[in-house]
């Protein structure tokens, strides 16, 4: 009989895509520095991949690579699934933690489709998931969120979680690109997909929302949940007026409790773009990194930066999460199941306290000005300034009203009645604040 | 027979100042809320005082108080140090480990001094020491270090972790104020000792070093090898010359691999003041607030920010750790010992790269300035720049030469033999340059 303990451990890679390939690939080359830190040997017994064809340049040994999943999988101790997407990926995640396999896995849009499903096929199988590369890459977050602030309180998560729109973002504010130039660099320079969809529209800082959130308020909140703007409505011409005053437009994915200590405690999720001061710690965030900012009752605020994309950056915290596995599996130790204890309510956007920044197109006519302010008053918000962006002799003028924070429904329901108003040609644009009180 | 599982915890608190009181406070009142992420019943058994009269006010209810270090230690499953220094804090410690209780700590002084045989007591009792709030209170960096980042290999760590030398170095360059002037206000607002040698000096600094450095390097390195230069050289004129050049006064603990994948690989680790560029994200850290930046071989770049001091922002912390410890015990799970397992050799300041900026008074006379650079290229460091900061009609003028990238020892020597050159009436300063090739 051999020796469990001098047996090395099995290790599955499924997916050689970026970061898959970077991980098999430092795996095999740093393998006596990651086993010492282990305390066991380890070996990597199989890289699964759709083509065997499609990998016969790829640095990873052609006698790994394998389009068999199940045995690959069936065989190992530790299986890491670099793949993305739901399926097969979820299956292939159940399966090995219902074998008592450990899953490390970087797959976001997994996570947040599943997540509940996967702890509960962690908990039958007796083995843990670990997925700090699925949120902001190589940035420790979920971790610190789960285990560093365990005894605080976290009253808000605003993060810049997705690198493409802020590459996009920061070139349209450092360089005064517009969105579709913008867009079509960081498709050039792989910023952003071929099909930019899922990051333009915000899908993919949701997905990291609903994480971020689960953690930082012990509450699932699933994907549906999370009110999802991107930054397709985002003009050179809003990103320059920012500029100009101050400010910065950012994508953040927004964590917020509602109403603490009360009854009413609740939390809201979103993904919006947002109007920052340039003072604000998230505003220093450029080109395609990533940033969380955590505000919690005691701890007071906190960032955490760094990459947030990159094969190699993400294959970081991929090692690491591989490390840990290891490591928990060697000393024995029970796993970690993350469970949503605090079950609070999940607020509705309409209840969230926003601040607006409204740009109208005004005709021209003494008394425009109170029509306007008379029917926001009217409404119960309030004013913080208003600004005259252009005046010409004679034509519409470009009028910017910025609100005091107000209920999001009161705010929704002020631009839906400037709409009607005679003086107001139209509404050009309408975008929150955050980051002033 | 009692269940265990369903005996509380027995939590001792060793210290009731300005993070004991607080941690206590906290674990009474948010008791259940704590239970609950803990997922058993705790019990706080009392609070270690030095004197009985002095705590006739705090909201610590009287009956927790004890004088009585022993009996309180040898009941408890967990123990939380927040006496700071070195004794009685070692010998608590140490009694508690060897009896099998965890420790929490927020005692760096202690860690610095003992790590190793604090270490060691707790793998012969079977306990964990739990140490987050030691090194820049709120902010999770030891965990990152130990747990998210074990996968990949750290190259450099640069921190900010001293809050008080931050706040005095912010206000002389934010506001002008001198360096007295500075720490007068410090100590008058409380954020230095009324003796501020352990900040002023590097020491609390030096403290953190050697924390941080065992952590990145997986290497033991003694709080004697840490090379240490406070602030008190630093003139409210350096500060401003340096916001005239975009650059800023810094202390930064500084850990270093250097000559990484050679024979020579070894690490450094030290306190200096040095200038960052305005650019650097450590630049925009200001007042008492701390963060850490990490260079990471794949990682690259990560930043950790956030509160470095204050009572309730420590106990943030220290609850957590209070939480994470109890979860071990409840799961049952294997403690943790941090293990030097790298062994890499400590190499003295004098290998370490480093890039000088050096004031000079120089004489009037022609040649003054060709006199100087060739004795610098002749001891074969490459000047950057030099440049003439006042030249009033006659008598002295200030002469600013910046070096490129040397061995230290070059810079020392170079410093040294410009001292003894005819041209050079005096060697106002000397500062390093960081966050620049």
Same mark, same amino acid.
């Given at each position: 009989m051999t020796d469990p303990a001098s047996t090395p451990l099995k290790v599955a890679v499924l997916g050689a895509g970026s970061v898959g390939s970077q991980t098999v690939r430092q795996l095999l080359e740093r393998h006596d520095e990651l086993a010492a830190r282990i305390g066991r040997e380890f070996a990597v017994t199989g890289v699964l991949v759709r083509n065997l064809d499609a990998h016969r340049d790829s640095p990873i040994p052609a006698e790994l690579l394998t389009t068999e999943a199940e045995p690959l999988i069936d065989g190992a101790d530790i299986v890491i699934e670099l793949i993305g997407g739901i399926e097969p990926a979820r299956t292939y995640v159940e399966r090995a933690l219902r074998n008592g396999? !450990?899953?490390?896995?970087?797959?976001? =849009?997994? /996570?947040?489709?599943?997540?509940?499903?996967?702890?509960?096929?962690?908990?039958?199988?007796?083995?843990? @998931?670990?997925?700090?590369?699925?949120?902001?890459?190589?940035?420790?977050?979920?971790?610190?969120?789960? !285990?560093?602030?365990?005894?605080?309180?976290?009253?808000?998560?605003?993060?810049?979680?997705?690198?493409? @729109?802020?590459?996009? /973002?920061?070139?349209?504010?450092?360089?005064? /690109?517009?969105?579709?130039?913008?867009?079509?660099?960081?498709?050039?320079?792989?910023?952003?997909?071929?099909?930019?969809?899922?990051?333009?529209?915000?899908?993919?800082?949701?997905?990291?929302? @609903?994480i971020l959130a689960g953690l930082a308020f012990h509450t699932h909140v699933p994907r549906e949940a999370v009110a999802c703007e991107g930054i397709t409505g985002i003009t050179g011409e809003l990103v320059q007026a920012a500029k100009a005053s101050g400010q910065v437009v950012k994508l953040l994915a927004v964590c917020e409790r509602l109403d603490a200590d009360t009854p009413d405690e609740a939390v809201n999720v979103r993904v919006t773009p947002v109007l920052l001061p340039r003072?604000?710690?998230?505003?220093?965030?450029?080109?395609?990194?990533?940033?969380?900012?955590?505000?919690?009752?005691?701890?007071?605020? /906190?960032?955490?930066?760094?990459?947030?994309?990159?094969?190699?950056?993400?294959?970081?915290?991929?090692?690491?999460?591989?490390?840990?596995?290891?490591?928990?599996?060697?000393?024995? =130790?029970?796993?970690?199941?993350i469970t949503f204890v605090d079950h609070l309510p999940i607020a509705p956007l309409d209840r969230v306290r926003s601040r607006y920044r409204i740009e109208l197109q005004v005709g021209d006519e003494p008394g425009t000005l109170a029509a306007i302010a008379g029917k926001i008053a009217e409404l119960g918000v309030s004013v913080r300034d208003v600004q005259q962006i252009s005046a010409p002799q004679s034509g519409?003028? @470009?009028l910017v009203v910025s609100t005091h924070r107000a209920p999001e429904r009161d705010l929704q329901q002020v631009v839906a009645e400037l709409r009607t108003l005679d003086a107001v040609e139209s509404v050009v644009g309408v975008i929150r604040v955050e980051g002033v009180e």
């Open positions: 396999a !450990d899953v490390v896995t970087a797959n976001k =849009a997994l /996570l947040a489709e599943s997540q509940v499903e996967i702890f509960e096929a962690g908990r039958e199988g007796g083995a843990e @998931t670990w997925y700090e590369a699925a949120v902001a890459a190589a940035i420790p977050i979920i971790r610190p969120l789960q !285990d560093s602030m365990i005894g605080d309180r976290i009253n808000r998560v605003m993060g810049i979680v997705n690198g493409s @729109t802020n590459y996009i /973002l920061d070139r349209m504010d450092v360089d005064g /690109l517009g969105m579709q130039e913008a867009l079509d660099e960081a498709i050039r320079l792989g910023y952003a997909e071929a099909d930019p969809s899922a990051d333009v529209e915000g899908w993919d800082a949701a997905a990291k929302a @609903t003072t604000h710690p998230l505003a220093a965030v450029h080109g395609g990194m990533n940033a969380v900012f955590v505000d919690a009752m005691d701890a007071g605020s /906190l960032m955490f930066y760094g990459a947030g994309a990159g094969g190699v950056e993400t294959s970081s915290t991929v090692l690491a999460d591989f490390v840990l596995a290891a490591k928990r599996i060697v000393r024995d =130790a029970p796993p970690e199941f519409p003028a @470009t």
